[in-house]
């Protein structure tokens, strides 16, 4: 168990339709990493939050957002969704100091399939 | 920009067989290196990680060199067993922080 839980744990939903997705870091963790795994793409990683503050972005869409609350938790939000946006989204979440090499823990992810 | 290759699989072997999984990286900087493994229906896990030139990282009986010169992070077993069987990724973090990951390597061993 890597201290990072994701909720919930599968999601099935219709094309257009929006959806959020929970992760909650581990304790002490102030990162938080959304990645999107996908057959045709693999593992990519789409946005970093560090204590509230978005840090970094990746190949995230415009119709995905995310936000990292007061708690530390975070929650990725995607919209209109189309058929290929099904795939396995992970969480994961590290301590981030400088240094370091940076260790990230991975939660156990949440299956999406739009049809 | 960053990027990380890693050898194709699906790979089969037999137990007690050996494992070599290759990956090779291009990234600005010194970056940190780690090799991920996933197995079935589950999230990714830590096997092992080097921050600098030369370092070794072992765990599990799986060890990876980090070769500046040859920008390689090769992982590699010794005597693999059917528990060993999963994805395996190679992945670099640079000042960033993020995870840029390889394609994963599918490593089915039978008894």
């Known amino acids: 168990d890597s201290g990072v839980t994701q909720t919930p744990k599968h999601l099935i939903t219709a094309t257009g339709q929006r959806v959020t997705l929970r992760c909650s870091p581990r304790?002490?963790?102030?990162?938080v990493y959304w990645y999107q795994q996908s057959l045709d793409q693999g593992l990519q990683f789409l946005i970093q939050?560090?204590?509230?503050?978005?840090?970094a972005k990746g190949n995230i869409l415009e119709r995905f957002s995310a936000q990292q609350f007061p708690d530390l938790h975070s929650e990725l939000n995607l919209s209109s969704l189309e058929l290929g946006d099904s795939a396995l989204y992970f969480c994961?979440?590290?301590?981030?100091?400088?240094?370091?090499?940076?260790?990230?823990?991975f939660g156990p992810g949440t299956r999406l399939t739009v049809l | 920009g960053d990027s990380v290759t890693q050898m194709e699989g699906p790979v089969t072997l037999s137990e007690e067989a050996f494992l070599t999984i290759n990956c090779t990286y291009t990234?600005?900087?010194?970056?940190?290196l780690f090799w991920y493994v996933q197995y079935p229906g589950e999230g990714l896990q830590l096997l092992l990680k080097?921050?600098?030139?030369?370092d070794k990282g072992s765990n599990k009986g799986f060890e990876a060199t980090y070769r500046k010169e040859t920008t390689s992070f090769h992982l590699e077993k010794g005597s693999v067993q059917v528990s060993d069987s999963a994805v395996y990724f190679c992945a670099l973090s640079a000042a960033d922080y993020k995870l840029s990951f390889g394609a994963g390597t599918t490593v089915t061993v039978r008894a």
């Open positions: 939050y560090y204590n509230g503050e978005e840090r």
């Open positions: 304790s002490g963790d102030l990162s």
């Open positions: 080097a921050t600098k030139a030369d």
């Open positions: 994961a979440s590290s301590v981030e100091h400088s240094g370091g090499a940076n260790e990230q823990f």
């Open positions: 990234a600005t900087g010194y970056p940190s």
